[in-house]
Every structure is written in structure tokens, then in C-alpha cells.
């Protein structure tokens, strides 16, 4: 078992790229692809750079927005131009694409691999619901890659490092890993409460929830290991509780 990886093109400006990212899909195994608010129509372009991936072009999910293009997934994973090895800079911290296919290789779970448009990328909020960034090193003074480029390198990772055939020799394969979207979405939320309750600053929570959804997007905690943690934050919040209920007594 693999992970299921649907493609999400946000606002592509040239249906050609469409087109070659859908053949690229189709190249390296994904199972879908969304458009998100395309700003051209998917012609006669699209379909000609398709080719094989014709398929899945044409029953392509074209949706309005990015929220309803990644509803349901259980990890998003987006892709930045820019990338920083600060430790604080949890916006753009980003891993390769060799680390991708890492991550990925013992998983199963809807993964959404998200490309930006060809003239800005992703937008600032875009990035900040995405649980992992994958940054392609190019050169420091022409980082940017054409969108199909990009698709195809992030593509290729994920698919040779799914196909790494076992060899007899080795020890056994790592545990499947079965990502829960919803689980994930919950803790965060939790983090977020429970740092209003406790007088977190304000101004600082939004950083503390985008640090927890880029640790726990590196980390891929399993179902279990979510609801762990779920219960360690419940028995904080009712130790709070009860501290409160103390003191108005």
C-alpha cells in the first residue's frame, strides 16, 4: 500500500502546463488532479501536451477555492520557490524532494501535492495551511522553475522512492503509517485553545499552531499516536479546570 497522491494546481495561468502535469501524473502514478480557479480554460493546449495523461485531464476536479481543493486530505504538502534553513522561519522551512519521498515511502493516507501559479506561487496563506514545504534547489539567481518542471522533479521523488524494490538481504520494510487529516486538524486545534487559556501572547498563537502543523507534517504521527497526544492536551485542559474552579472558591 501507498500513499494516494492527488496533484492541486492553484490559478495555473497556461493550460499547457496543466497538460504536462497531467501526463507527468499519469508518468509517475498520481490519482487525481484539482485545478483550483484555472485562469484559462483547459483547450485544445492542455490536451495536446497530455498525451497519456489525457485520462486524467479530462476528469480533473476543477474547484473554486483552495479550502475545498484540499478538504479531506490527510497531508499538504506545498511547494515554495523560496526557502530558508532558519529554525524560526516555519513559514517557508522546507525539505527536498529526495526528503519528500522519504517522508512519504512508509505512509498511506490522500496526500495533495500543491503547485502555485506560474507568476507568484503560493500565497502567504496558502502556505500556512500546508502541514510540509518541498523546495527544489536551483540557482541562488534563478530559483524558479517552470510549473511543469517543478511538478515533475517533486513527481519523480515521491514515485522512485515508492518503488524501491526490497531486496532479500535487507531487513524488513518500516511500518506502514496511516495519516489521519481529521486527528491532525483537531490537535491543532487543541494547541490553539489551549494557548488562549493559558495567556499565550495573541500575536504569537498564529506562529505556535504553523509551527505544530510543520512539526507534525515532518513527523507523520499515526492515528494512534494523534489520539495520544488528543488525550495528554484533554487532561491539561481539565487540570486547568479544576486549577480555575480552586481559585474562585
Avoid: W
Avoid at 485545478?35 to 492542455?46: H, I, M, T, Y
Avoid at 507523520?220 to 495528554?232: I, K, S, V
Wanted: aromatic share 4%.
Amino acid at each position: 500500500m501507498t500513499a494516494d497522491i492527488e496533484v492541486v494546481l492553484v490559478r495555473p495561468k497556461e493550460d499547457g502546463n496543466v497538460g504536462a502535469v497531467a501526463r507527468l501524473a499519469r508518468n509517475f502514478g498520481a490519482a487525481r488532479i484539482t485545478v483550483v480557479a484555472p485562469r484559462a480554460r483547459l483547450g485544445p493546449e492542455a490536451r495536446r501536451r497530455a498525451m497519456g495523461g489525457l485520462a486524467l485531464l479530462t476528469a480533473a476536479r476543477v474547484v473554486p477555492t483552495f479550502a475545498e481543493a484540499i478538504d479531506g486530505t490527510d497531508l499538504v504538502v506545498g511547494t515554495t520557490d523560496l526557502s530558508t534553513g532558519r529554525s524560526t522561519a516555519y513559514l517557508r522551512r522546507s525539505v527536498s524532494p529526495e526528503r519528500l519521498g522519504e517522508l512519504l515511502r512508509p505512509i498511506v493516507g490522500r496526500v495533495a501535492l500543491v503547485f502555485g501559479p506560474e507568476d507568484n506561487g503560493l500565497a502567504r496563506e496558502q502556505l500556512s495551511a500546508c502541514d510540509l514545504l518541498v523546495h527544489v534547489p536551483a540557482r541562488r539567481e534563478f530559483p524558479t522553475l517552470n510549473l511543469s518542471h517543478a511538478a515533475g522533479i517533486v513527481l519523480y521523488a515521491v514515485h522512485r522512492a515508492r518503488s524501491v524494490e526490497a531486496s532479500e538481504l535487507s531487513t524488513p520494510a518500516p511500518e506502514v503509517l496511516a495519516l489521519n487529516g481529521r486527528e491532525k486538524e483537531l490537535l491543532i486545534a487543541r494547541v490553539a485553545e489551549l494557548a488562549a487559556r493559558t495567556g499565550y501572547p495573541a500575536h504569537k498563537r498564529p506562529g505556535l499552531a504553523l509551527l505544530f502543523r510543520r512539526v507534525l507534517g515532518r513527523s507523520t504521527p499515526t492515528e494512534a499516536e494523534y489520539r495520544m497526544m488528543l488525550g495528554f492536551l484533554r487532561n491539561i485542559d481539565r487540570g486547568l479546570g479544576r486549577r480555575g474552579h480552586g481559585r474562585s472558591g
